[in-house]
DNA sequence: ATGACTTTGTGAACGCTTGCACAAAGTCGC
DNA sequence: GCGACTTTGTGCAAGCGTTCACAAAGTCAT
């Protein structure tokens, strides 16, 4: 067994971007009764190959039984543990527009480790107002009387939302999640995930363009050249 | 210069990642009025490197001069007809809950390569009602005397979505963007892209609990760093 | 207790992605 | 026209992630 401060350190990126994926098919399979899971068949319904599953379990310990599997809720654990859910962070919105307000009444934050403790919006109208029973307040009313948060999701529109990461920042906020479309500057150490529906789509209709082409042309230099191992 | 068969089988996948990325930039400029970039300058403000920029650019052909950059027009209509927005491609969203809502009401779609063509939901108290200038229907509506789409966007709670897309897939989709938390099962030659809430803030959660607990074990790399550089 | 069977955990090979170093190819001042 | 300078495009090496193949370690029937 490797030393704690070695595997925490050496868990990949890959795979951390998977454990999410790992802990929600837990969760269903604990709903629904389950107590023990193969690989195989917790691969299959997160959706990546059995070896890549297990291969990323061996990287946070030894937790499944040979010739069994893995038990549901032990390994639910632990995950939840290596994603630092056993704590709620607290969550900031900034941006109460049609998304903002979305994101605002989705339910799956609460219980989940999450909790949104405030809202912000620069809008004197919405200033103010409640929603999902929380008062809307400016940044400055943040920084200065809020509540501390860990996390920062701005949901503004693209120009604001420099600024705001930069006031967020100064506030010790070191987790962002950005809606906005666009790269975001931000000083080392302060980690920036980017959610943008433009991208995904752009992405989705290259690959749609691609299988157009490919149906329109019959090119056969594609099958010669490029590798062909598919199953 | 390589031919087009070659050049268009052989862009990674990574790279297409990065395209939006780059044709986004390439539009505030061109918005601003600049005419010519550097790759330099250009990865700067596209979060990347300008050898990665220059390699992924290299995959879909020579578009820049050597000793003073890239046409600014030219490099976005390369990489937007790369990306196959030259056409508009026609979207359904089903799910009007409050994220499908935002999204209908998202500006960001038509003039981009997207048009939103049909909103969906089985509610019928939402059915038949107008949101942004189009009337809801439900999925046999859309089979039967709907507009034909080729992306679709599921913002249904969690249960629905595995159903929706074997709908969507039934009628000829093959391009999904799936914002319903889970794993969805789909042919081969079907494309899905997930895009999770959860899974983001799961991700921040990680690496913000590996801060701290890098901080509370001493490690003289993290401490007296108040980070107050910013461009 | 034992042998057949199941499933995990992992070293090794493979492929993809990134970063480096540098030649190629252009511009610009004079 | 020419040399100095700038910037692109790319072969190559290093690093990372995925997949394969298989030994290790357990269960279960008898």
Redesign the interface.
Known sequence: MVPE?IR?AGVPEAT??R???Y???LT?LHDQGITSIASEELAS???VRSTQLRKDLSHLGSYGVRGVGYDVELLAAQIAQ????TQE?P?VIVGM???G???A??G??SG???RIVALVDDDPEVVGTLVEGLRVMTLADLAAKGPTV??GVITTPAPAAQTVA?NL?RMGV????NFA???L???????V?G?????????????????L?AVS?H?P??EG??SEAMG
């Open positions: 401060s925490r951390v971007g454990l999410p994926l802990l929600r098919a269903t319904r997160s959706g290596e994603l630092g859910l962070w969550v527009g049609n998304l307000r979305a994101l009444a989705y799956g934050f989940r480790g999450f860990a996390i930069q920042v070191r987790s962002i999640l479309p666009g790269h500057n931000v000083p080392d150490g302060v980690d995930r959610v943008d529906l433009a991208t995904e789509l752009q992405i989705l209709a290259f690959h749609e363009q691609r299988r082409l042309t090119d230099l594609q050249t490029d």
